[in-house]
């Protein structure tokens, strides 16, 4: 069962990472909207059709605009699609009209989302969502004029509850941060119920449990919340403990609104004030990289070598995503994601690699970034680390490129002489496409070579597996017969993990890196 389950999320998570996670939010925000004109047309949202389409229209006018200024002023590539995303972001938290004087105060929402991204920014990374920036602006500022109107978060409505699940799911299953949000929706959920029935039983009323629940998970805001806005990469810290504190308190804070006075604190506040300790987590991530020197490691491994301006702090195992502005970027956007090769111990020097093959937008613009050329880090991220006891046995599976992180890990076990009971399966095409050899054999660690030739001069604790032998679960499990007392860790492909799935469920835990490529 959890190998089905294990080799269903990995076959997804390769046809969702055909899409660039902007293209894929943008998508779903557009799907969304049509679904939501539907339901206008028979009276199920509250919103009528025309006043969808004219906020929409004015929130897309609005939000484009003011980045295209924004992003000339700083002569910073242009991003349409992000603009869209902000627009259509808005379309479902500010309750749509027809009023000039409202349509005014969501130009007011839309020009200080937008705007926010490069005022309220540090080293590339937004400090606070830009829609929920916006959105609280509004709030704040119809304190002092109340005919603009204020923030509605109209998408809480039963007829909506389907279509925001099922593509929110498929945003997050993108972003693997399914399970955080679906912390985060439980917990919301739970501090408005008991909002809700303490309400109520202040008030002298019955509590109808659940009549509350009923209301509660299909009126609320909570999912969209998650999917569209806290799950933002760019407001997001980097390890998953703290991706988790912040959606915990942004959950008790959508939950249960804090009156403070004049207002409450709704959920664009809750939000904001999340992104504000997740910058707490994250505020020295960010980092810009000068481009020192290009490798090639096989004939289609490529290995750059980067100097940081300045110091960062990252875990072996971590990766960063690296931006390369270029004309007319394909779907996938200005950034990718690398793990990074090199260890904490060779700082300032980062180094990362690319498979080389792919025609992507992205790939040609980082082909043509000269030596000296700066490139901006706009964060670290993850938690494929090694576990902290020192006397767990590990074993380790990489296709390819895959090998990276390890490679890290390894460099920084050396330079820290921490000795590992550890073994390597490298699975490559064929013998030349050993990435990594020199770094891989000072380790000092069992290598089993899966690979369709018979590699050269193999170092004496390395073998190969043989000609025509294919990895499986069942050519694993011959290879590592201990598997059950190690914690597996697999880099690769969605579909090799997926094929290995039943034999790496045998270990004592299992960590995955898939990648799609870029």
């Known amino acids: 069962?959890?190998?089905?389950?294990?080799?269903?999320?990995?076959?997804?998570?390769?046809?969702?990472?055909r899409l660039s996670m902007?293209?894929?939010?943008?998508?779903?925000?557009?799907?969304?909207?049509?679904?939501?004109?539907?339901?206008?047309?028979?009276?199920?949202?509250?919103?009528?059709?025309?006043?969808?389409?004219?906020?929409?229209?004015?929130?897309?006018?609005?939000?484009?605009?003011?980045?295209?200024?924004?992003?000339?002023?700083?002569?910073?590539?242009?991003?349409?699609?992000?603009?869209?995303i902000t627009a259509a972001i808005l379309l479902f938290v500010l309750f749509p009209t027809t009023e000039p004087t409202y349509l005014a105060g969501i130009a007011l929402a839309g020009a200080a989302a937008s705007a926010s991204k490069y005022v309220l920014a540090w080293r590339g990374?937004?400090?606070?969502?830009?829609?929920?920036?916006?959105?609280?602006?509004?709030?704040?500022?119809?304190?002092?004029?109340?005919?603009?109107?204020?923030?509605?978060?109209w998408v809480g409505t039963p007829a909506l509850a389907l279509p925001v699940l099922v593509l929110g799911v498929a945003v997050l299953w993108r972003t693997e941060k399914l399970r955080m949000i679906a912390g985060f929706v439980?917990?919301?959920?739970?501090?408005?119920?008991?909002?809700?029935?303490?309400?109520?039983?202040?008030?002298?009323?019955?509590?109808?449990?659940?009549?509350?629940?009923?209301?509660?998970?299909?009126?609320?805001?909570?999912?969209?919340?998650?999917?569209?806005?806290?799950?933002?990469?760019?407001?997001?810290p980097p390890r998953r403990w703290q991706q988790y504190t912040v959606a915990a308190v942004v959950g008790v804070l959508a939950g249960w609104p804090?009156?403070?006075?004049?207002?409450?604190?709704?959920?664009?506040?809750?939000?904001?004030?999340?992104?504000?300790?997740?910058?707490?987590?994250?505020?020295?991530?960010?980092?810009?990289?000068?481009?020192?020197?290009?490798?090639?490691?096989?004939?289609?491994?490529?290995?750059?070598?980067?100097r940081a301006k300045r110091p960062f702090a990252f875990r072996p195992g971590q990766y960063l995503e690296l931006e390369v502005p270029h004309r007319r970027p394909d779907a996938r956007g200005t950034r990718r994601e690398f793990?990074?090769?090199?260890?904490?111990?060779?700082?300032?020097?980062?180094?990362?690699?690319?498979?080389?093959?792919?025609?992507?937008?992205?790939?040609?613009?980082?082909?043509?970034?000269?030596?000296?050329?700066?490139?901006?880090?706009t964060g670290v991220w993850g938690d494929f680390l090694l576990p902290t006891r020192a006397g767990a046995p590990i074993l380790l599976v990489a296709a390819g490129i895959g090998v990276t992180p390890f490679v890290s890990q390894l460099r920084s076990l050396a330079a820290t002489g921490e000795e590992r009971d550890i073994v390597l399966v490298y699975v490559v095409s064929e013998a030349s496409e050993l990435a990594f050899r020199d770094d891989l054999e000072a380790a000092g660690i069992p290598v089993v070579v899966f690979s369709r030739d018979e590699p050269r001069d193999l170092p004496a604790h390395w073998r190969w597996a043989g000609r025509g032998v294919r990895l499986d679960a069942d050519g694993l499990v011959a290879v590592v017969p201990d598997i059950g007392a190690r914690h597996a860790y697999i880099s690769g492909p969605p579909r090799l993990i997926a094929d290995l799935a039943p034999a790496l469920e045998k270990g004592r835990s299992l960590t995955t890196d898939a990648f799609a490529g870029y």
């Not at 069962?1 to 269903?8: C, D, V």
């Not at 990374?125 to 304190?143: C, E, K, Y």
């Not at 290009?294 to 980067?306: G, M, Q």
Request: hydrophobic share 60%.
């Open 339 to 377: 793990s990074i090769v090199s260890a904490p111990t060779d700082l300032p020097t980062v180094r990362i690699a690319f498979k080389e093959g792919s025609k992507s937008s992205y790939k040609r613009a980082l082909a043509e970034v000269p030596a000296g050329g700066v490139l901006a880090v």
């Open 125 to 153: 990374r937004h400090i606070f969502n830009p829609a929920a920036t916006g959105a609280a602006v509004l709030t704040l500022v119809s304190l002092a004029v109340p005919a603009l109107g204020a923030s509605a978060w």
């Open 186 to 236: 439980v917990i919301a959920v739970g501090v408005a119920f008991l909002r809700t029935a303490a309400q109520d039983s202040a008030a002298g009323l019955a509590v109808d449990a659940p009549s509350i629940l009923g209301q509660v998970v299909l009126s609320s805001p909570f999912l969209f919340l998650g999917a569209f806005m806290l799950s933002e990469p760019l407001t997001m």
């Open 258 to 306: 804090i009156n403070v006075g004049l207002f409450t604190l709704g959920q664009e506040f809750a939000l904001l004030l999340g992104n504000l300790l997740a910058f707490v987590f994250t505020w020295r991530a960010a980092v810009r990289l000068v481009l020192e020197r290009r490798r090639e490691i096989t004939p289609t491994v490529r290995e750059l070598t980067f």
């Open 22 to 84: 902007y293209r894929l939010v943008l998508a779903s925000l557009g799907a969304l909207t049509i679904v939501a004109l539907v339901l206008s047309l028979f009276g199920l949202v509250g919103p009528r059709p025309l006043e969808l389409l004219a906020t929409a229209a004015v929130l897309a006018a609005v939000c484009l605009v003011v980045d295209a200024i924004a992003q000339r002023i700083l002569r910073l590539p242009v991003r349409i699609e992000s603009s869209l």
């Open 1 to 17: 069962m959890i190998g089905a389950l294990t080799a269903g999320w990995t076959r997804g998570l390769a046809v969702l990472g």
